[in-house]
């Protein structure tokens, strides 16, 4: 048991550190016992945002789809942030929030 604890330990401080993927083990906990919902600062996402690891994924008439690392999701690695383009239509952002609904109830 000593083992196995040490292990897990060990492979927390890897994730922290961001020199290994989130073990399978932990996905599949996270699945079966999905954790609370996060709500994350505007401050946090902008910087997030901004900073040099930000890497763009996908863009499409709605906005840029960016990977970040976010502080509140130490060692899970990568999110993606949706960022709109300007000038949406008042629509586009209820659209957007509909879809942020229908996530929040998937374990993705």
Known sequence: RDAAAAEEAAAAAALEAGDAEVPS???????????????????????ALEAAGAEE??????GVVYAVELPSFSGWGRVAIKRALPGQP?????NMMDEVALLRKCAH
């Open 57 to 62: 994924v996908g863009k499409g008439g709605f």
């Open 25 to 47: 083990a932990l996905l599949h906990e996270a699945i079966d016992a999905p954790p609370p919902v996060l709500e994350v600062g505007a401050a946090e996402v902008t910087a």
């Open 90 to 94: 008042d629509d586009s952002v209820s």
